[in-house]
């Protein structure tokens, strides 16, 4: 935990259902039901409304950046760990 915010632990964690089914159409060649597609546009419609706030923060600081290794190493920081 110490190499990263809580926050981004907390994304990692409420995303992983939403990776593992997405992983399991690429690796394992599944196919979705109609309902199936329309739950995983619900949730993702989810997504984007709760981390709405700390996404929108995380793209202005990228973009405000002139320096392109700079702005990666700002979205690292900032989503991935």
């Known amino acids: 935990m110490a190499l990263t915010s809580p926050y981004n632990a907390e ?3 409420q995303l992983a259902p939403l990776l593992m089914g997405l992983g399991g ?15 995983l546009g619900i949730l ?6 709760f981390f709405h ?14 320096n392109t290794s700079h702005t990666y190493q700002l979205f690292y ?3 991935i760990l």
Request: no cysteine.
């Open 53 to 66: 706030e700390q996404l929108l923060q995380s793209f202005i600081a990228s973009s405000q950046s002139t």
């Open 44 to 49: 993702t419609i989810g997504f984007i409304l």
């Open 11 to 13: 994304l990692l964690i």
């Open 25 to 39: 159409l690429v690796i394992f060649r599944e196919r979705y039901t109609l309902t199936q597609w329309l739950a």
């Open 77 to 79: 920081n900032n989503i």
